[in-house]
């Protein structure tokens, strides 16, 4: 259902791999212990059983995206953020008390699939109107698909003479704003105004001290989304809580993901529930470096 990441550390507790997989992980569920023993050897216990012979730990990418900028990044310091990636598609993590929260089913945090429009477009899972069916990559290459076929942006109809109507993607649509197409610019509107509205939410629902919205979307919008977010939840948001929050980038790239490996094997191996309804991985690992359990207190709780 939604792509997760896969950890693995090497014999030095270097990290090895971070992989990519389309598991609709549920935590110490018959599906996680399977994709585990078939692709990774991993017993029971938690433990590599084949050619690897390592420990894996897994999480949505988000979430140990989120971890990443907790230990290294934006979220230094700051035991309740939300972090929302806005790319292709939108993820989202949510930190509280220092610590991930994952829902009784393992699956919170998917900020991506709040409703934004109650009659907006259909989402990729089925439903109507989230965040990710309005302002995602996907969603805008759908819309700029939409308006070239219709003739509506002269900027989209003249780009898909160049390069096909089906390559048309969400940089095409932020271009034809910078442009000047007043289709584009709606286009882009709508979708900074639906990430702002869902930031509102996720101010009154979470009480986050700091909103952490990166992804490749939003970093080419930059200044552009993050002040119209500032001030729509100053306008919108439970005035007391919407004065102790900060809406600011990452401060890690592309590979934050793999930043977020050390944190995860760090709080994995110090939380004896971290495979609910299996029994405590056996420390086989050193323990980590301490240093980064003081940068990130909270995460190594037990
Ligand atoms: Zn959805």
Redesign the pocket.
């Known amino acids: 259902m939604k792509r997760q990441t896969v950890l693995l550390l090497g014999p030095d507790r270097s990290v090895i791999s971070g992989v990519a997989t389309h598991l609709n992980l549920l935590f110490g569920s018959a599906l996680a212990r399977r994709f585990e023993i078939e692709h990774f050897q991993v017993g029971s216990e938690g433990r590599t059983e084949g050619a690897l012979g390592l420990p894996a730990y897994l999480d949505r990418d988000t979430n140990v995206a989120a971890l990443g900028e907790a230990a290294f990044g934006a979220g230094r310091g700051q035991p309740d953020f939300v972090y929302v990636t806005v790319s292709t598609g939108i993820g989202g993590s949510i930190v509280t008390d220092g610590r991930l929260f994952h829902g009784p089913d393992g699956m919170a945090g998917e900020l991506?699939?709040v409703p934004v429009e109650a009659e907006g477009p259909v989402?990729?899972?089925?439903?109507r109107g989230?965040l990710?069916?309005v302002a995602s990559g996907i969603a805008l290459a759908r819309d700029a698909r939409a308006a070239a076929e219709a003739g509506t942006s002269p900027f989209l109809v003249g780009r898909a003479q160049t390069i096909g109507t089906a390559m048309l993607s969400g940089r095409d649509v932020a271009e034809g704003e910078d442009a000047g197409d007043p289709a584009c610019s709606a286009l882009m509107r709508r979708a900074r105004r639906a990430i702002a509205t869902a930031c509102v939410g996720f101010v009154n629902a979470f009480n986050p001290h700091r909103i952490i919205i990166g992804g490749s979307i939003a970093d080419a919008q930059g200044e552009r989304l993050l002040e119209l977010v500032r001030n729509t939840v100053a306008r919108e948001a439970f005035s007391r809580l919407a004065a102790v929050v900060e809406i600011v980038p990452p401060e890690l790239g592309a590979d934050v993901s793999l930043a977020g490996a050390h944190p995860l094997v760090s709080s994995r191996l110090g939380d004896p529930a971290w495979r609910r309804g299996g029994p405590a991985p056996q420390p086989t690992l050193a323990a980590p470096a301490t240093d980064l359990s003081v940068q990130t207190p909270g995460f190594g709780r037990a």
């Open positions: 991506g699939h989402c990729g899972c089925g439903g989230h990710e069916a």
